[in-house]
């Protein structure tokens, strides 16, 4: 464990702290009172003990682990998506190639090749994908079939493995947590943007913010998330990134907003689909997809504002 | 010795692949049986129906699961005929009616306490979504047996993942729906049309994405 930051670590602890209160609040709150959504609340818990003891053994272990763990989130999330979107029997041999980009796209994080990283699904991967689905020459469904396999790719590849490559970042100056700060720092502000919006969201009510997509959030649950988020960035971010002063408060809030629509994306997806759980892999979560839904936003978003601060013409460190 | 080799390999192969690379989306899963005995219908698409039925239910319950299977595929060689036999734990039937009762090994089953797991439509048919007309074989052991309860479950997806003459599985999520059990006892004469009406119900309530 020497390997692993010293503030990463203690953020690991914090969350299991944070965990465990929240286990023993729930716990209790079961024993006191009869509430409906008991069952579904520990069910949430546990798949919650569940990521969290997975995510941070993966952190811990080495680099490799948590890539590969990343990867296969995005394998679980994309197959979620085929599963969900009309395809064509003629495509079976696409779907493998399909599923080939995964590794390949991980691999480039593994490599540290963030040209063909940030290249090889939007570019080579469109290419290939409509060369290798007219050749079975079934043109009828071709545009659909050719757009439902990018975008699905994109979301769920593509998108995720930002994550990823916040392990790949080079030189980066970030004493005390290293490059594993920063992705520590983009899971925890996405997956406590989601409770915060939740709670807010439940506590206040009031008018809805997308009734069409996601009846059931609310400009509150909206605003008190990017509010507690922004905050909770600001305390956070000088532990476990190089940012300092208003870029952590910003960071905080680019989160909140980029994990929310990452979220209402996905819902109009499924609503699209006419389904609305993406599936039951992960009990009280429903599926691998509507679990990391706001990271396929927050993801891409948070990577790109870390690289254009720390490398781009406006970078902090020259 | 089987025994053990059978539980290790759907522990180590079969349910990992049939939870991470597959992944069910089972509903009403508190409908499947606890014990034995108990007949498992089933539509059949796939090779890999056996492998999610038999990932069901809890592995303790492994060793009592027998499905069904044709005798003239399943123990064509001596190596499928072996696996078949001990790891999967198959009751062979004729398809050609060479035996005097086709069906006497399912009631040995029955009356040991097993769970018979069967495909009515006798054959693996066109997927997704179509199925196939259900020979008599249910419809006889419930007569015979009308204590025992059948499960009747509805599998989607699995055609799309392994269909007949496929070499690799293609990922998919597959979906689960799992009937109220019936027993012959309780519905008498309606009993296959209560069978059949689960069927029709399930394809018209479940929105399954296209796949043609």
């Given amino acids: 464990m020497d390997h692993v930051p010293e503030n990463v670590l203690t953020a690991i602890s914090l969350v299991f702290g944070l965990l465990a209160l929240a286990t023993i609040l729930i716990v209790l709150k079961g024993a006191f009172f009869r509430a409906d959504d008991h069952g579904e609340l520990v069910r949430r818990l546990k798949s919650w003990w569940v990521i969290i003891c997975l995510f941070s053994a993966a952190v811990v272990l080495d680099r490799t682990a948590a890539i590969i763990l990343l990867c296969f989130v995005s394998f679980l999330a994309f197959k979620e998506f085929i599963s969900l979107a009309p395809t064509r029997r003629v495509d079976r041999p696409v779907l493998f190639l399909a599923y080939l980009v995964i590794p390949i796209q991980y691999f480039w994080v593994y490599q540290y090749w963030y040209g063909m990283f940030i290249v090889f699904v939007p570019v080579w991967v469109f290419l290939i994908i409509s060369v290798r689905i007219f050749v079975t020459s079934e043109t009828s469904g071709f545009l659909r079939a050719a757009g439902t396999l990018h975008w699905g790719l994109m979301l769920t590849v593509f998108s995720l493995s930002h994550a990823a490559y916040m392990l790949a970042l080079p030189k980066i100056d970030n004493p005390g947590a290293g490059s594993v700060g920063l992705l520590m720092f983009l899971v925890i502000l996405t997956q406590l943007n989601d409770v915060a919006q939740y709670i807010w969201g439940r506590s206040i009510g009031g008018p809805k913010i997308l009734p069409k997509v996601s009846p059931g959030k609310t400009w509150a649950g909206f605003l008190g998330g990017v509010a507690t988020t922004a905050v909770a960035g600001y305390v956070i971010s000088p532990y476990l990134t190089p940012f300092d002063g208003l870029h952590c408060l910003a960071a905080g809030a680019v989160i909140a907003i980029a994990g929310f629509l990452g979220d209402v994306t996905v819902s109009a997806l499924k609503r699209d689909m006419g389904v609305k759980d993406s599936s039951n892999l992960i009990p009280g979560h429903g599926g691998v997809l509507d679990r990391f839904d706001s990271l396929t936003y927050s993801a891409p978003v948070f990577f790109h504002y870390v690289y254009f601060f720390l490398y781009g013409p406006m970078s902090l460190t020259a | ?212």
């Fill in chain 2, 1 to 212: 010795m089987a025994r053990r080799l059978q539980f290790l390999f759907f522990l180590i192969v079969i349910r990992p692949v049939v939870y991470l690379l597959i992944g069910l989306n089972v509903r009403n899963w508190q409908r499947l049986p606890s014990c034995g005995p108990g007949i498992i219908v089933a539509n059949h698409n796939s090779h890999l129906d056996t492998l999610v039925l038999m990932s069901l239910l809890p592995l303790k319950l492994l060793p009592k699961l027998r499905p069904v299977a044709a005798a003239d595929y399943f123990l064509r060689n001596r190596m499928l005929a072996w696996f078949a036999t001990n790891i999967i734990g198959i009751i062979p039937i004729s398809r050609h009616g060479e035996d005097s009762d086709p069906l006497a090994g399912c009631y040995a089953a029955l009356d040991a306490g097993d769970i018979l797991i069967l495909f009515p439509e006798g054959t693996r048919g066109e997927p997704e979504g179509k199925l196939g007309a259900f020979k008599r074989g249910v419809q006889i052991l419930a007569r015979n047996r009308p204590d025992i309860p059948v499960y009747p479950i509805y599998l989607h997806g699995l055609g799309k993942i392994f269909p007949k003459g496929a070499i690799l599985p293609l990922p998919f999520c597959c979906d689960v729906h799992v009937g109220s059990p019936l027993t012959h006892k309780e519905k008498g004469d309606k009993f296959m049309a209560m069978l059949l009406a689960f069927y029709t119900a399930t394809l018209e309530e479940g929105q399954f994405p296209e796949w043609r």
